[in-house]
C-alpha cells in the first residue's frame, strides 16, 4: 500500500479533506495542548499545512518551506479570526469600492479596471503578528503559532495611491479603513476593519495585490485582491479587500483599538501611527528583525564531517546586515553567508558550512542583525497578545 | 482501505508521536454540554484546548467574559460559571 493512500484514509476517518502525519520536528517550546491539537491537513489548494483550528481556518507553513526567499502559493500560511470566509461563489462579481467623508467622489474597481492602472510588483515578508505566539514565555492566550505564520511572496498590483486618487483625496483625510468579504458568524462580533494612517497608505511599497508569484491570489490568502503593507505585520494586509473609506477620523473598533496593540514605546517604531495609539497602548505596526534556520529541522541526523545550514532573516525594510549561527547552543557564533538581496522587505536567505562536529546532539541557534543595528534578544519583551517573539530560534540535531 | 486498519495506523502514529494526534473530543466532565453548546459557534473547539494548559483561573475567566463582551457570545451567568469551572478543571495550569 502506498503511503499516500493510508493519509488520505487516516484524514477521511476524522472527516478532513485529506492528511494527517507526524511531525516530530514541531518545536516542543509549544503549549502542550497546541501540540496535540495541532496537525497535518491538506485543504484544497494547498500542500500538508499545520492546522491549528479549521473554523476559522489557521493553518501554518511547516519550516521545511523556508529554504527558499519565496514561499509558493501552496504552502503559504492562511490566517482568519472569523469564520465567515468567503467562497468562490460569493466572490463572484467581486468590486472594490472607494468612498469616504474625506474622499471627492465614490468609485468601484472591479478586477479590470485595476489591472487598467500602472502596475508595480514587490517581494515582501507577509508575517502574522501572532507568529511565533505559541513559543513565548510566559505562554499568553490566543491563536498558538510556531515558526510558521509568515511568508514572503512576490506580489503584484496597482498602488494603492493610484486607487485612492481615483476617489480624490480630501486635505482632511487622516485614516484609511480597510474591509474585507469575510464576516463573523454572529452580528453581535466585531467585523473585521482595519485602518491606516494616511502616509503609510500613499507609500510607494503599498498596494492592492492581484497576482501573488505570478498567480491569482489563493482563495484562502485573500482572493481577489489583498492590500500589501510591506514592513508591517500582516494583521493590515486586508484580504477579499471589498472597501476602502478615506476618512477624517480615526477609526474606532475592536480591532484596531483593543486586539494587535503593544505597550507604548516597548517595541521600535519607524512610522508611528499616531491616530491610533493612547497613553498605554499602540497599534503593532513594523516587524522586528528575525531569522529561521529552515535546514536541518530538529530532530534531524546530521554528518559528522560537516553540513549545510540554511534559512531566511528578515526585518521591516531596514535590511539584513548580518546572520550568525550557533552550534553550541550560544555559546559561540559564526557569521554566514547572505545570498543576494531580493529588497529590503523580502527574506535574505543564508547559509553556512559548518566544520565537522562531535558526535552526539549539537544546539543550533540563529540570529540575525539588521542595517539599523537591532538584533535579536535573548528574552521576549512580555507583552500581553504575544507579539514581536523575535528571540533566537533554537533547534536540536543529532550529529551521527 | 477498511475501517480496523486506518485505525490501527492511527494509533500507531499516536504511539509514535503524540503531536501528531487528530483534534481529541473534550474530556468527559461537569459542564462538557455547556461548554459544546456555546463555545463553538464562532470558532472551533479547537481554541480550548490550543490554550492549554497555561491558563491560571483567572485567565479563563477573563477569556469566557471576553468572548461574551468583546464578541457577543449568547451565554448567560449560569453557563459562563459551568464554562469556566470545566475549563479550569480540565484545561487550566496545573496548580501549582
Not at chain 1, 476559522?56 to 523556508?66: C, G, I, R
Not at chain 1, 477579499?240 to 521600535?268: C, E, Q
Not at chain 1, 526585518?315 to 548580518?322: C, H, M, P, S
Request: proline share 9%; net charge positive; hydrophobic share 40%.
Amino acid at each position: 500500500m502506498l503511503r499516500r493512500d493510508v493519509l488520505v484514509g487516516v484524514g477521511a476517518l476524522v472527516g478532513h479533506k485529506a492528511s494527517a502525519a507526524t511531525m516530530p520536528w514541531l518545536s516542543p517550546d509549544l503549549p502542550d495542548g497546541t501540540r496535540t491539537e495541532a496537525h497535518l491537513v491538506q485543504v484544497p489548494g494547498k500542500q500538508p499545512l499545520i492546522q491549528l483550528s479549521d473554523r476559522p481556518p489557521n493553518l501554518e507553513t511547516p519550516v521545511q518551506a523556508f529554504r527558499t526567499a519565496i514561499t509558493p502559493n501552496d504552502q503559504f500560511f492562511v490566517r482568519y479570526h472569523l469564520a465567515g470566509i468567503p467562497d468562490a461563489k460569493k466572490l463572484d462579481g467581486w468590486k472594490l469600492e472607494i468612498g469616504g467623508d474625506a474622499a471627492e467622489r465614490s468609485v468601484a474597481f472591479g478586477m479590470q479596471q485595476l489591472n487598467d492602472l500602472p502596475q508595480t510588483e514587490i517581494i515582501a515578508v507577509c508575517q502574522c503578528s501572532g507568529n511565533r505566539r505559541g513559543l513565548c514565555q510566559p505562554h499568553v492566550p490566543g491563536v498558538e503559532w510556531g515558526y510558521g505564520a509568515m511568508g514572503c511572496a512576490t506580489w503584484h498590483g496597482p498602488m494603492l495611491r493610484d486607487v485612492l486618487k481615483s476617489a480624490g483625496i480630501k486635505p482632511e483625510a487622516v485614516e484609511i479603513w480597510l474591509n474585507g468579504v469575510d464576516e463573523p458568524v454572529l452580528a453581535a462580533t466585531p467585523a473585521f476593519h482595519k485602518s491606516l494612517p494616511l502616509a503609510r497608505a500613499l507609500a510607494d511599497e503599498t498596494i492592492v495585490a492581484t497576482s501573488m508569484n505570478g498567480a491569482p491570489l489563493p482563495l484562502l490568502n485573500g482572493f481577489p485582491a489583498r492590500l500589501i503593507v510591506p514592513g508591517w505585520t500582516s494583521t493590515y494586509w486586508m484580504k477579499h479587500l471589498s472597501n476602502i473609506t478615506i476618512s477624517s477620523k480615526p477609526i474606532d473598533n475592536f480591532w484596531m483599538t483593543k486586539a494587535y496593540r503593544v505597550p507604548a514605546g516597548m517595541f521600535p517604531v519607524a512610522d508611528p501611527f499616531t491616530t491610533q495609539n493612547n497613553a498605554q497602548t499602540w497599534p503593532i505596526t513594523g516587524m522586528v528583525v528575525n531569522s529561521l534556520i529552515a535546514s536541518p529541522i530538529a530532530g534531524e541526523q546530521v554528518d559528522r564531517s560537516g553540513f549545510t545550514i540554511r534559512g531566511v532573516a528578515w526585518d521591516r525594510g531596514n535590511g539584513i546586515a548580518r546572520v550568525d549561527v550557533s552550534l553550541d547552543g550560544g555559546n559561540s557564533w559564526q557569521g554566514a553567508l547572505l545570498d543576494r538581496e531580493l529588497g529590503r522587505f523580502a527574506f535574505r536567505t543564508f547559509r553556512l558550512a559548518t566544520g565537522p562536529l562531535p558526535r552526539g546532539t549539537a544546539e543550533l541557534r540563529v540570529r540575525a542583525t539588521s542595517d539599523s543595528k537591532e538584533t535579536q534578544p535573548d528574552a521576549w519583551k512580555v507583552n500581553p497578545a504575544g507579539y514581536h517573539n523575535n528571540v533566537p530560534q533554537r533547534l536540536t540535531v543529532t550529529v551521527v | 482501505m477498511n475501517r480496523p486498519l486506518v485505525r490501527f495506523l492511527l494509533l500507531a502514529c499516536c504511539v509514535i508521536s503524540p503531536a501528531a494526534a487528530q483534534r481529541a473530543p473534550l474530556p468527559p466532565g461537569p459542564g462538557k454540554d455547556v461548554v459544546e453548546a456555546g463555545c463553538a459557534t464562532c470558532h472551533s473547539l479547537s481554541y480550548i484546548p490550543m490554550n492549554s494548559r497555561f491558563l491560571t483561573p483567572e485567565v479563563w475567566k477573563a477569556e469566557v467574559t471576553k468572548m461574551r463582551t468583546a464578541f457577543g457570545a449568547p451565554i448567560d451567568d449560569d453557563a459562563a460559571n459551568a464554562i469556566i469551572a470545566y475549563l479550569v478543571a480540565n484545561f487550566g495550569a496545573p496548580s501549582k
